[in-house]
């Protein structure tokens, strides 16, 4: 319990440790705790501006969307009015090519009666030949009569 | 426990003396075997077990805290990186509780002093006769295992503190501002003499209230460990762990003292009052 030069030495000791401390104990981690402190607040900004550019992107996206369903809507509409058109054209054309259909077969029939009755008039003068033939065998010379039978032909 | 040989008063006055190195009487240098040769010996011995006890703690202490030093990282802190830290925020938020202006030194110097201290406090709660015994066993005639029992410890920082003191206040102040503080306040110059003899003991007392408001602490703490000692051994439970669970409080309460303390005086050395 005496003071002697321990109290020298132990002050000596003292500013060694100080001295020690401050040099390389301190600032690296005083340095490490600001620069993380940094990093945290970085860290938070950017979580800040991230968040307000989703805000921004959804909001885009939105009016994206929103137009998107417009511009559907309106082709659907125009594919619409398009389809009716078709449909209309469609009709007409039909209709048109129907008439066209019925109009050949109407001449068609016309040219088949007519060809029928040609042929049904050879017929009947054949027929009003022979007949009369029959009737006149003997009187009636084929030659003879052939310019009268030619007319009575073409007054069937 | 009082080995058989002792009584009780020799054994505390074994438990108390130091591992003094100096003189002999006989003329050669060596560890003082009896108090008296302890005392004979003056000032120029040196006590080693406060010194080589006091520099292996502070050495710990430097090494635990470099090491972590080392490995620190601005990502995620480690294990022993966490401790640092937050032992460096609670010396920080200290220091700028206490001191208003800008010096690199002060932290540091209040981290030094809180752990050290804190460390070699500490010692007080090891068994008393542990470490004692093992030097006794190792041929050492005394071994007093807590530094700050010791008043060449505790004046030894304290007067470190002081110097600082001066250095900041004659650097801050200069050294008419630091005179002028010591002799022109309270009563302007025509008391003058009386202000010098009130400043003086006000800037004397700081160092010495330092080291014995810590020294005092210690020795207390540690005197009662030792009575607690003299009783039969299975009895010493009942007093030594209450009062060892109070002295973790004294413990981490003196070093927390003694650091705040020296922050408040190295602010005031800051300061130019008046």
Not at chain 1, 123 to 152: M, N, T
Not at chain 2, 94 to 121: E, Q
Not at chain 2, 208 to 214: D, Q
């Amino acid at each position: 319990m005496n003071i002697n030069a321990t109290l020298l030495g132990q002050t000596i000791m003292f500013v060694m440790f100080v001295w020690f401390c401050m040099k390389f104990v301190w600032p690296p981690i005083t340095n490490a705790m600001g620069e993380r402190a940094k990093r945290i607040a970085d860290g938070l900004a950017a979580g800040e501006r991230g968040k307000t550019e989703l805000d921004l992107a959804t909001k885009r996206s939105l009016e994206i969307l929103h137009e998107a369903k417009q511009k559907a809507a309106e082709v659907i509409a125009q594919a619409e009015s398009r389809a009716a058109q078709i449909v209309d054209e469609a009709k007409a054309s039909a209709r048109e090519e129907g008439e066209r259909l019925l109009n050949g077969a109407k001449a068609e029939i016309e040219q088949e009666v007519f060809r029928a009755r040609e042929a049904l008039r050879d017929q009947v003068a054949a027929l009003a030949v022979a007949g009369a033939e029959k009737i006149l065998r003997h009187e009636v010379d084929a030659a003879k009569h052939a310019e009268l039978l030619k007319s009575i032909q073409s007054e069937l | 426990m009082a080995s058989e040989t002792l009584t009780s008063s020799e054994y505390i006055r074994h438990h108390l003396q130091n591992l003094t190195f100096g003189h002999l009487p006989n003329g050669s240098w060596g560890a003082a075997q009896t108090a008296d040769q302890a005392r004979e010996m003056g000032f120029w011995a040196l006590n080693l077990d406060t010194f080589f006890v006091s520099f292996i703690l502070g050495a710990l202490f430097l090494f635990i805290f470099r090491k972590a030093a080392k490995g620190a990282t601005a990502g995620v802190p480690s294990g022993l990186q966490n401790f640092a830290e937050w032992v460096v925020e609670f010396i920080e938020s200290s220091v700028r509780g206490s001191f208003s202006g800008k010096n690199d030194l002060i932290a540091p110097l209040a981290l030094t002093i809180f752990f050290w201290i804190f460390l070699m406090n500490w010692m007080d709660l090891i068994p008393v006769d542990y470490l004692h015994v093992l030097a006794n066993a190792a041929g050492l005639p005394f071994f007093k295992s807590v530094p700050t029992t010791d008043p060449n410890a505790t004046f030894g920082m304290s007067i470190g503190v002081f110097l600082l003191v001066l250095y900041y206040s004659v650097k801050v102040k200069g050294v008419g501002g630091f005179i002028g503080e010591l002799t022109l306040q309270p009563f302007g110059k025509f008391g003058l003499p009386f202000n010098l003899f009130l400043e003086g003991v006000n800037l004397i007392s700081k160092p010495v209230s330092l080291a014995l408001r810590l020294f005092g602490n210690m020795y207390a703490g540690e005197m009662i460990f030792i009575l607690i000692a003299l009783l039969p051994f299975w009895l010493q439970w009942t007093l030594s762990l209450p009062w060892a669970i109070f002295h973790i409080l004294i413990v981490t309460l003196q070093a927390f003292i003694f650091m705040t303390l020296t922050i408040v005086y190295l602010d005031m050395a800051h300061q130019e009052h008046h």
